[in-house]
């Protein structure tokens, strides 16, 4: 004796059977007998809703959180390209190591674009005088003397201290007097200079030590 009106007939197209007790998807809405419930066996269009995984990185096997209805393969990219602490990744991120030197340009490239005017690398946008808007041979030139100048004035002051620090203080206020009404090339030349004559000043003024061997005095430098 059947039942119609009792039970429900499973969606699944090739089954249809009438199941007393249905079971309904929590993906997809419809009721299904006990054979075909799962998502894989009616092939549940809207699986994807409930089947949450977190993908993992195939570099460094470091799980990596994504935002619901995210696609992992965009996630697993970001990682690798700015997380990743694998062997391969580091290896790759060191390959672009030449910045570009525009301003506000963060961009590496795998070969340096070095301009043929002012001598600096730039990115393939950049790469043009245009682009980056150069500076030209002189001013180039100048900067990297003054870059110089304040290099070795740095070193001066970390290296030493007594006379070091005194010629140091000479060295400065010698680079501002002469300064005053001179471009800064020419203010530049005449500090450095100053600077190898304070250097060669002090050699010469340094103190001779005797030694009391016998009834002679034998002289040695310092």
Known sequence: MEL??????????TCNRLDFLPMKCDACEESFC????????????SAYKKDFQVPVC?????????????????????????QCESDLSNAKKKVFVN????????????????CKD?????????????????IGHEEAVRLKR????????????SSGSGSNSNRQVTNGQAFR???????????L???????????????????????PSGNRNLCRLA
């Open 58 to 82: 195939p570099l460094c096997h470091v799980p990596i959180p994504i935002k619901r209805g995210d696609t992992p393969d965009i996630a697993v990219g970001l990682h690798i390209d700015n």
């Open 118 to 134: 002012c001598g600096m690398n730039f990115c393939l946008k950049h790469r043009h005088p245009v682009d980056h808007n150069c």
């Open 4 to 13: 119609p009106h009792i039970g429900k007939h499973c969606s699944e197209k």
């Open 146 to 157: 003054l870059e110089a100048l304040k290099k070795k004035a740095k070193q001066q002051s």
């Open 189 to 211: 030349a005449r500090a450095l200079q100053a600077s190898l004559q304070d250097e060669d000043n002090n050699r010469r003024q340094q103190p001779l030590h005797t030694v």
């Open 177 to 187: 007097n002469i300064q005053g009404g001179m471009s800064e090339d020419e203010a």
């Open 99 to 114: 910045k570009c030197s525009s301003k506000g340009c963060k961009i590496k490239e795998i070969i340096r674009v070095d």
């Open 34 to 45: 006990s054979y075909h419930v799962t998502y894989l066996s009616h092939s549940c269009p």
